[in-house]
């Protein structure tokens, strides 16, 4: 059962990854255990949800996929190095 448990910072990068479709089935399953036994992160989830739904419904203008591709890359670089310098 305990592979099935996570902590709640887990569950928040889990659930923002999921609003943007970037979490795996076994993420998402491991998320719902979670929500089930915590009401704070289920709380939270629910928020996130409504925000996204929001934001998607207004005319706010966002960075298109390729500017939002060289972002994750650099980030991803900047992690790596950071790793290495630790």
């Known amino acids: 059962m305990s592979k099935f448990l996570m902590s709640c910072r887990q569950a928040t ?3 923002n990854k999921s609003q943007y479709s970037e979490s795996s089935f076994w993420e998402r ?8 036994v ?4 289920k709380d939270r989830t ?3 949800h409504k925000l996204t739904q ?7 203008v966002c960075l298109d996929a390729s500017t939002k ?6 980030l991803k670089r900047e992690m790596e190095n950071t790793r290495l310098l630790s």
């Open 69 to 74: 591709q060289d972002m994750r890359e650099n």
């Open 38 to 41: 915590c009401a704070h992160c």
């Open 46 to 48: 629910e928020q996130n």
């Open 29 to 36: 399953f491991r998320l719902k255990i979670h929500l089930i």
């Open 13 to 15: 990068t889990i659930c």
């Open 54 to 60: 929001t934001i998607k419904k207004s005319n706010i």
